[in-house]
């Protein structure tokens, strides 16, 4: 039975986006659409993607995709995260206390607002401000603590599994990416589904590894990779389970829509469908 479509949240995608039913929807990806990782933690994070928190331990999820696969690395399928989305980092919590700065400390010097005293200040003067530039004599004796340091939020680890189109031809692919960077696999599909532009995939739980599946008609369920380190250090509340669809490629319009006019490759985005959504 699909997901209640309520539980789902749009990224890069307008939040209408989210169908009604998940049985059955569309994924509309522009050019230069992608969910990428390269090092420093660089991401690149443009894809549309639906995704949903869950309530209980995440055990398996799977998905058919299908398009008109027709640009190099054109891709749709599940994607599963550990922790906040890119792009969805949540903020850092500001401090309780919050040193207040006077007016003389942000004025430039010279101006009115710098030579003003403090209204806690003495009324008499020290000798040893006498002199001295207005902007000098105005700086407060003692501020506050500092806020305490924060340290930036880790890089989520996340996978994705699907279709994608690469020379010409449609592979099971796979990415796995840590806080390091992001691998990227392609495997080939058997001769007998090899000109078929549909995949159903799977990811699944064990222990704490997932395990990346796609489904041959003939043989049955094949194993693409297990990512043992996955689930290790996170928790249940943490992992946000999806689909995606994306267009890396751009090649731009052909001589004949630059002299002629027309929409071009620029225009073109790519329509991916996914059918019969489960998440467990």
Not at 130 to 157: H, W
Not at 178 to 193: E, I, K, N, Q
Not at 212 to 226: A, F, P, Q
């Amino acid at each position: 039975m699909p997901p209640d479509s309520s539980s789902f949240t749009a990224l890069n995608i307008p939040n209408d986006a989210v169908p009604e039913w998940m049985g059955s929807f569309t994924l509309v990806a522009p050019p230069n659409t992608d969910l990428w990782r390269k090092p420093p933690s660089r991401d690149t994070s443009t894809a549309p993607i639906l995704y949903t928190a869950l309530r209980n331990p995440f055990i398996a999820a799977e998905v058919t995709v299908s398009a008109d696969w027709e640009l190099e690395w054109d891709q749709g399928g599940l994607v599963i995260f550990a922790g906040a989305p890119p792009g969805r980092i949540p903020p850092v919590s500001p401090s309780t206390s919050t040193p207040s700065i006077s007016t003389a400390e942000i004025a430039p010097p010279g101006s009115e607002a710098a030579a003003a005293p403090s209204p806690n200040a003495s009324d008499s003067s020290t000798p040893d401000s006498a002199g001295l530039p207005p902007d000098v004599v105005a700086r407060p004796q003692s501020r506050g603590a500092p806020p305490p340091y924060t340290p930036p939020a880790p890089a989520s680890k996340w996978v994705k599994v699907g279709l994608e189109f690469c020379n010409n031809v449609c592979h099971a692919t796979s990415v796995c990416a840590t806080s390091d960077g992001a691998d990227w696999a392609l495997t080939a599909l058997p001769p007998h589904h090899a000109r078929r532009l549909d995949l159903r995939v799977k990811i699944e739980r064990i222990g704490y590894a997932l395990w990346v599946w796609y489904e041959d008609d003939v043989s049955g369920w094949k194993k693409l990779r297990e990512v043992t380190w996955f689930f290790w250090g996170v928790e249940d509340k943490a992992v946000r389970v999806g689909v995606y669809a994306s267009r890396p490629a751009n090649f731009g319009p052909t001589v004949y829509e630059r002299r002629h006019g027309g929409p071009g490759t620029t225009q073109r985005n790519l329509c991916v469908s996914f059918e019969n959504l489960e998440i467990f």
